[in-house]
């Protein structure tokens, strides 16, 4: 029995989509931008902080890092909500992708660090340089440009993995796609219309951020300039 493909559905349901699609990039950005910071802060912690401050640290990875993100999500929206605590939907799911995605982003970013020759932190030192200059002018610029390739695929995960976020009622990508389906009963079409769109919003988000490592890290310009 033959499949008759039929995508008439799109003229009348592409606002759906299009909202969506603007919605998925809006939580990706914000999580984008927080979960960097926050990582940052982790990675440092971890490296750095009091012997207290890793064991709490190094708990809380462990824990964001073994348990799904949608059960994180779930916590958030339905578990507070039972002890009367109100988070809204949208506010629920960046806060479950920002935690996280700053567990991974920590690990990444503590990898960095600790790949920085101790030689350059010593000589530093020696200049009279305090320790947050030689973590701020040297250790964090170049871990972070030796660990951008690995931030940019987790950010991309993190960009796909919204779609989990449909499950708490945020109206983004693929909950417009469970909406149209269950109006239309076109599953098969709509979900490739959506995998399009996923595969279009990961080219986007990969190229700007190639963008802006371009941009901000000068030793790349430089080698790109040589070859």
Known sequence: MGYEFDF????????????GALLTLRMSISTIVLGFFVGIMIAVSRVYGTPLLKFIVGFYIDVIRNTPLVIQAFWLFFGLASLQIRVPALTAAIIALVINVSAYTSEIIRAGIESIPKGQVEAASCLGMSRWKVLRLIILPQAIERMYPALISQFVLMMLATSIMSQ?????????????????????????????????????????MEGIANMSFTRRRKLKTTL
Not at 8 to 19: A, G, I, N
Not at 181 to 206: C, D
Request: aromatic share 16%; with cysteine; proline share 2%.
């Open 8 to 19: 008439s559905f799109l003229s009348s349901y592409w606002p759906e989509l299009v909202h």
């Open 168 to 208: 708490i009622s945020v109206e983004e990508l693929t909950a417009a796609g469970y909406g149209i389906q269950s109006t239309t009963f076109r599953g098969f079409e709509i979900y490739i219309v959506i995998a399009v769109i996923y595969l279009v919003m990961s080219w986007l988000l990969r190229t700007c």
